[in-house]
């Protein structure tokens, strides 16, 4: 620690009195990069100042719900008027309703959706339906996805039966866990044969359409279509965790991106504008299972809450206006090509996965397709890489397995610096001192 991160460390060592770990999401901890966790002071656009006074281009943005970047006056203006009219009310208001059409209006396969306050709450909420609508048990998972802190989902391949969920947390029954299935990601083989032996018995498959829990992977050709395929024939239902693929792939996601309509959509992070939100959705003849029409049970005292509801409406009008995307792409092609220049020719073989605004600096020469060759990156050279940035004033994310996110407010001049700080950090890496 230098002198300078004295006070993000004192923060640090006093949390961890009294919140677990210092944190309250174990990323934040820094234990997959190593050092002081950096306390942040506030942000504003493409940056983030922390305790201790330092500046950083931000390419976390809070794990993706800041497309517009930090405290966007539109925002800020939105929410500051919500709040003159009252927090929560426990009943219904207007901006849920308005923010629902806009959703509803931008992807085409969401007649009706139900907001609630995480993208874990959306997942788990999605499940349960599927398996009401579709009267079987089992759901399909894919290794290196992830989709919240839900128990069912928080599974490993167990040994021997190559799908077998396991689970992959303490506190998790097995029986939780018995009836999850865990498939490679991009492994239509996989997908085919476990189709065959229990198609019948499968309520849905839940997939991020474009990985980025195990770093950005990408679909192979075919693949997202053939699982459509495949779970139609066999009468099983396709969730799209878009949470993260939400409005970051364009305004329709990434169902509208690969031309599909999955059965059920879960969202989160962007359509809050960096408020506690999340929404699951889909066709109007299953979205009728959900109480208070249907059996399925799912509530929430804050859902729809119209704080995060403004700042999510304005948000997506803004994107919607705007439609900024073109310029975000053409912004993340030129860093990622810089980076990719930068490491080649200091000797440091990396790959970089990249699509749309988010992309994974994954230390590896093969290509990274799915979690197997993710894990086979080399996670603390990635460490080494983050804190090369971080002191160079670039705030990636703590971890090789998670997503770099371009906001709408990163400028040239925060490609530049980040291509300049990516030359100095593998030059250090490349001579093996940093
Ligand atoms: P939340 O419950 O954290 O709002 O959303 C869960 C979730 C669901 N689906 C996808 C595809 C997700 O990426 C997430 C959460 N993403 C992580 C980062 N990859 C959140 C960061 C954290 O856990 O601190």
Redesign the pocket.
Known sequence: MTTSDRRSEALFRRAQRVLVGGVN????AFKAVGGVPRWIARGRGSALWDVDGHRYVDYCGS??PLILGHAHPAVLKAVRSALTRGASFGASSEPELRLAELICEALPSVEQIRFVS??????MSAIRLARAATQRDIIVKFAG?????VDSLLVQVGSGALTLGVPSSAGVPHAVTQATRVLPYNDLTAAGQLFQKEGDRIAAVIV?PVA??MGVVPPQPGFLEELRALTTRHGALLIF?????GFRLGFGGAQTQYRLAPDLT?L??IIGGGF???AYGGHRTLMKWVAPLGPVYQAGTLSGNPIAMSAGLATLTLLQRRAGYARLEQLTRRLVEGVRTAAWSHGVPIRMNSVASFFTVFFTQEPVVDERTARRADARRYARFFQGMLKRGVYFPPSQF??AFVSVAHTEQDIDRTIEAARLTFAELGTGRG
């Open positions: 999401s174990p990323v934040r794990w993706g995480s993208g874990t709450e959306s997942v996805c992830y989709h919240g802190h991020e980025a829990n965790d878009e949470v993260i693929t879960c989160g992070k506690p939100v999340g998670e997503a």
